[in-house]
């Protein structure tokens, strides 16, 4: 039976499957709504209708449940049309007292038995999600108590006996455990970032400090990953209170800042920020600190509720899209044995999670603080955030030469191929690291061309200050291979004794590294370890899932989407077509039509032809005949070599007379440009700190204290550090030769490509889903406590 089939059956077996969204933080916490929410609203809503079941809104969450009426509607594919980019939800969020009370409960039984509904999808936080387990767990008790009272019969009692429930966490906050990303965050981080950004052009003709409040009551998520992404001077968080007498060295660091002509100092806090007494640390308080004790112009900006709004980002939109579908296929598949579960991100994969396990462990995290063990309270908010805050830790602080180790091993550092919005964090993160291991950090301008002409200088701590945030590449960033240069940029590495290189860059990178490490049997200067960390906006690097820089292109193609399908607003029906970068790699087109909500996504890794472009034509004719009047098309650039851009435009404009009319865009270099997005600066900032940790190992490996020299010469000792599913791995480059596509220059089998139906059956395309990698309940694994 193909998957459409088995999904079929399963939406009849046994009771209707009728699955219900309620959104809501019910009043267990106050009820809040996020950036991205909607997108999953429209995931569950076009799932549920691709796999034929009846989809009902729940207006106004727990308090449309109970009192029922019209907030319980049953809604259509057109219903959540246009609301991919919409902030909040469209189906309301309000708090329910009454939701609390086993009387509240039972109306809300009642009024979902009457439609039939059985399936839950609960949008929210930890309180929304434990009240809905607390509902699916009473159920057949409400059932039988209606039963008695006459208020339904009993073959409805019969009928609906089970109650399933999934969740979707959404909340900015990102406090909910087991998940490494919740709904939202990624949005309110872009938010922070806009702000930071803006406010530190004013230190062009000032000298300020500010003081920067976010939001995180009970996590310090925000303001962890803001800090990274800025280069903060400081950051307070509940989870790792600063130690005592931290008044004294902020203080002290914010003047050595001062004296190394730094004109702006940036201190976020997080708005539940505590000390080690549990006493709370406001953004005002070290506002009069910094006034008080040095004297400086301090501002403090409290960012407040700008962080839930705005439109979504890419990444929460794919997130959401891909959560919402994951969260029908989990319905669809419970039994009456099946615990409630969550659906989490665990690095890109969606992943199943025991629902109160996640609760518990997210409520142990404020127990552990309130008792003050710090330490537990890091370990349970995961691997993420404990790598979040080491890396911060090891950036943050510059250690004085007489603390710092010495080993003696010089460190180049250089930028290839096309310039990524990220690689100013990386290279920062890689300097900042390498001296803090002890190492004399070497910058190369223009790649490994400029490496065979010299353009090689040693870098300090200082140098890098600021770089975070800025785009492109400013060491310069060349395609040139150094296939042509091998021995002048042997003989620079040996004027300059370089121990170690670390290439941050796209294809080229890997390409280039591949060749050093088949040519050291003709230079012994390439026999030291040498790591490559994937950057560039096409997102084609085998090796890896993810790369710097595509992200903050995705956004910018989504961004782009948004305004042009806005120019069609009060225009007869209109489709866009859309070219985007990539070369031959369509992870941007594919990933943006999905983000953006396009109707069809043309990519060199799925071949079409003029039946295919035919039927889409049709597709989309017949979806203008309803209230939908806009389309949107996107084109990888090198998708195909005769059916280009024009030549869809010219077809789709000529079939489409009489019913709408068609424009097209080439989005071009656009995509490249701007300010890194929060994801690429603080993924840059990551990977190229283990990177640098790893080169310090292998140095002290491969040293040999008998020549005073390092010798690096194994398969391992040339390596690409990538995303892997969940983890970030080295990977020899030798190895990865036999899964590359060098012709095309795309790795051979490609994870996105596993999403491409997902975004024809948003786009109501009759398709085949793939759910291999779904249909698994995961078990939390909680951390061991730390000894103190």
């Not at 404990?386 to 830790?393: A, C, F």
């Not at 602080?397 to 010089?410: D, H, I, M, R, V």
């Not at 390409?511 to 084609?540: D, G, K, M, Y």
């Not at 941007?588 to 039927?615: S, V």
Request: net charge neutral; aromatic share 8%.
């Amino acid at each position: 039976m193909d998957n459409n089939k088995r999904l079929k059956s399963m939406a009849y077996a046994g009771n209707y499957c009728r699955i219900t969204l309620e959104d809501l933080e019910n009043s267990y916490h106050t009820h809040t709504t996020n950036v991205g929410m909607n997108a999953a609203v429209r995931a569950v809503v076009r799932m549920g209708i691709y796999v034929e079941a009846k989809v009902y809104f729940i207006y106004e969450g727990y308090e449309g449940m109970v009192d029922g009426g019209e907030n319980i509607v049953e809604v259509t594919w057109e219903s959540v049309s246009s609301i991919l980019q919409v902030g909040g939800t469209v189906i309301g969020s309000a708090r329910c007292k009454a939701f609390r009370t086993r009387e509240g409960r039972l109306k809300a039984a009642c009024n979902l038995v009457k439609c039939g509904i059985t399936n839950l999808c609960v949008i929210g936080g930890d309180g929304s999600l434990t009240g809905a387990n607390i509902f699916r767990t009473e159920w057949s008790g409400l059932l039988e108590e209606l039963a008695s009272q006459g208020e339904i019969d009993e073959e409805a009692r019969k009928k609906y006996a089970y109650l399933n429930i999934v969740g979707m966490v959404g909340s900015i906050d990102n406090d909910f455990c087991g998940t490494d990303m919740t709904i939202g965050t990624d949005s309110a981080l872009h938010r922070i970032i806009e702000v930071v950004d803006a406010i530190m052009t004013t230190a062009q003709s000032h000298q300020r400090t500010f003081v920067l409040e976010v939001m995180g009551r009970h996590c310090g998520y925000l303001a962890l990953v803001s800090a990274l992404a800025c280069g903060a001077d400081y950051v307070f968080i509940p989870e790792y209170p600063p130690e005592e007498g931290w008044e004294d060295h902020m203080c002290s660091r914010l003047s050595e800042n001062r004296a190394r002509k730094k004109r702006l100092n940036i201190i976020i806090v997080a708005e539940g920020a505590i000390d080690s007494n549990n006493q709370p640390i406001t953004s005002e308080q070290v506002k009069d600190l910094v006034v008080q004790r040095l004297g400086y112009d301090t501002r403090v900006t409290i960012l407040g509720h700008v962080q839930r709004g705005g439109t979504p980002s890419a990444f929460d939109r794919i997130l959401a899209s891909r959560m919402g579908v994951e969260a029908v296929l989990a319905l669809l598949e419970a039994t009456p044995e099946t615990p409630a579960c969550v659906v989490s991100l665990s690095g890109n994969q969606a992943v199943r999670l025991p629902l109160m396990e996640c609760v518990q462990m997210t409520q142990d995290v404020q127990k552990a603080m309130d008792e003050k063990n710090f330490s537990d309270a890091v370990q349970l908010r995961g691997r993420s955030f404990q790598n979040n805050l080491n890396t911060y830790k090891l950036l943050s602080t510059k250690k004085t030469a007489s603390e710092l180790p010495t080993t003696n091993f010089n460190v180049a550092v250089l930028n290839v191929g096309a310039p990524a919005a990220g690689m100013n964090a990386a290279v920062r993160a890689a300097v900042r690291i390498g001296i803090t291991e002890g190492h004399k950090m070497f910058a190369v301008t223009d790649g490994f061309e400029g490496f065979s002409k010299g353009q090689i200088k040693e870098i300090s701590w200082g140098d890098v200050g600021g770089w975070t945030g800025q785009g492109g590449s400013i060491l310069g960033t060349k395609r040139t291979l150094p296939a042509k240069h091998m021995e002048k940029i042997a003989e620079q590495m040996r004027n300059h004794t370089i121990n170690a290189l670390l290439v941050i860059g796209g294809f080229e990178a890997f390409e280039s590294c591949l060749l050093l490490a088949e040519a050291r049997s003709r230079f012994e200067e390439f026999c030291i370890p040498i790591c490559i960390v994937p950057a560039t906006i096409s997102n084609n690097v085998p090796g890896t899932d993810l790369s710097i820089g595509a992200d903050t292109s995705l956004n910018a193609i989504v961004e782009t989407c948004d305004r042009i399908k806005l120019s069609a607003s009060g225009t007869k029906r209109r489709v866009f077509i859309i070219e985007t970068m990539g070369g031959y790699c369509g992870y941007l087109a594919n990933m943006g039509a999905l983000a953006a909500g396009a109707d069809a996504a043309y990519i060199f890794e799925e071949k079409f032809d003029i039946r295919e472009l035919q039927a889409n034509v049709e597709h989309l004719t017949e979806k203008m005949k309803t209230s939908i009047q806009r389309g949107l098309v996107l084109r990888n650039e090198n998708s195909s070599e005769n059916y280009t851009t024009d030549f869809i435009y010219q077809l789709y404009s000529e079939e489409g007379k009489g019913v709408f009319d068609c424009r097209k865009n080439v989005l071009g270099h656009m995509q490249q440009g701007g300010a890194p997005s929060p994801f690429d600066r603080n993924f840059g900032t990551k990977i190229s700190a283990k990177a640098v940790l790893w080169l310090s190992k292998k140095l002290k490996e491969s040293y040999r204290r008998g020549e005073g020299r390092v010798f690096a010469n194994t398969d391992d000792s040339v390596c690409l550090l990538g995303m892997r599913r969940r983890n970030l791995i080295f990977q020899p480059v030798i190895e990865l030769k036999g899964d590359t596509d060098f012709e095309h220059r795309i790795p051979k089998e490609q994870w996105w490509l596993k999403l491409r139906p997902l975004m024809k059956i948003l786009a109501k395309y009759k398709t085949s889903y793939d759910i291999s990698d779904a249909g698994q309940l995961e078990h939390v694994h909680r951390p061991k406590p730390v000894e103190a």
